[in-house]
């Protein structure tokens, strides 16, 4: 499985940007789709996610202000992101968990940066 991540770009405080995350193969039977940030000197962490039932779960940072979605139809996943701030400056990866043969498969996107100037 690829995941190919994109959307990412230079933006202003307060504008908006709208990351895509195409797979390769099918997502709709994906147990979890999300999105990770990585700051310079940081760990990567979780931003968004959505399950096979669409669920969602969102870090605490952006509630509110990010929307995680998915189209199974077009095998993607996008992050909504708006009102961003300079602290949400980073490089976001789209992250994917499928459950088979009684072990988890985690599959990583290559990264789209993210930076928004103050």
């Known amino acids: 499985v690829q995941l190919q ?3 990412g770009g230079l933006v202003r405080a307060g504008g908006s940007l709208r990351l895509s995350c195409a797979a390769s193969e099918s997502i709709f039977s994906a147990n979890l789709m999300g999105w990770y940030c990585q700051a310079p000197g940081k760990q990567r962490e979780l931003v968004a996610s959505i399950t096979s039932d669409g669920s969602t779960n969102y870090a605490d940072s952006v ?4 929307t995680i979605s998915r189209d199974n139809a077009k095998n993607s996943v996008y ?4 009102s961003l701030k300079p602290e949400d400056t980073a490089v976001y990866y789209c992250n994917r968990v499928d459950y088979s043969d009684s072990r988890f498969h985690i599959y990583w996107g290559q990264g789209t ?3 928004v100037s103050s």
């Open 5 to 7: 991540a994109s959307g």
């Open 63 to 66: 509630k509110g202000r990010f």
């Open 79 to 82: 992050l909504q992101m708006n």
């Open 113 to 115: 940066q993210v930076t």
